[in-house]
Nanobody, 121 residues
């Protein structure tokens, strides 16, 4: 069993900051890519940012220069520091990780339960 647990969402004013955190736990043998996705009401889920286990990060054009993704390979955590937030960043944010458990040879995609981020004055 694998669990991804997110924290850090909430309500923030435009221009403000929030930090999201996600911890993976369970029968984890290895984690490759970890990342954050978001889904706004009436829209499809979209990629926000990802980071490989080697530390290579990518991010969506809409968040470049404002959001920073980081991970701790020892603690199996991935964080998303969000600065200069805009109303259009309002969404449910989901943590994702590609995980291989001890009894498998394949990496599978796991998701957290989601955390709400609302940017509003």
């Amino acid at each position: 069993q694998v669990q991804l647990v997110e924290s850090g969402g909430g309500l923030v004013q435009p221009g403000g900051s929030l930090k999201l955190s996600c911890t993976a736990s369970g029968s984890i043998d290895s984690i490759s890519t970890m990342g954050w996705y978001r889904q706004a009401p009436g829209k499809q889920r979209e990629l926000v940012a990802t980071v490989t286990n080697g530390g290579t990060a990518t991010s969506a054009v809409s968040v470049k220069g404002r959001f920073t993704i980081s991970r701790d390979n020892v603690r199996n955590t991935v964080d998303l520091q969000m600065n200069s937030l805009k109303p259009e960043d309002t969404a449910v944010y989901y943590c994702n990780a590609q995980i291989r458990i001890f009894t498998s040879t394949r990496f599978l995609s796991y998701w957290g339960q989601g955390t709400q981020v609302t940017v509003s004055s």
